[in-house]
């Protein structure tokens, strides 16, 4: 078995982030140590390209750098999908109209556009 050092996430609330996987029939997350901790996807890329370990990044982030064959992405197999795109917001009985007329217009390209399940 080959050991890689991972490079970990941490949210600005403390908590890690664990690697998410998932293939057909799988989905599994893992609590990743490694000899650094940061809180930004560029750091992370950055300490990859000098050797400190694998980054857990959005590949659109890195393809530049993979482009450019300082970094390889691995593990493409356990990729999971996107995620669909979400909105939050505070509920209210009188929702101000302009806020209103954004989450019809978002449900109806919902429909037009098929999103990922």
Do not use: H
Request: proline share 9%.
């Amino acid at each position: 078995m080959i050991r890689r050092a991972c490079i970990g996430r941490r949210f600005p609330s403390g908590r890690r982030y664990d690697w998410e996987f998932k293939n057909a029939e799988t989905l599994f997350a893992i609590a990743v140590s490694g000899p650094l901790v940061i809180d930004d996807a560029d750091s992370m890329i950055r300490a990859a390209i000098l050797g400190v370990g694998c980054a857990y990044v959005y590949e659109t982030l890195a393809q530049q750098d993979i482009e450019q064959k300082r970094l390889q992405p691995i593990l493409q197999n356990w990729m999971p999908g996107a995620e669909p795109f979400c909105l939050y917001y505070p509920s209210r009985r009188q929702m101000p109209l302009p806020l209103r007329i954004f989450i019809d217009f978002l449900k109806g390209q919902r429909e037009a556009v098929p999103f990922p399940v």
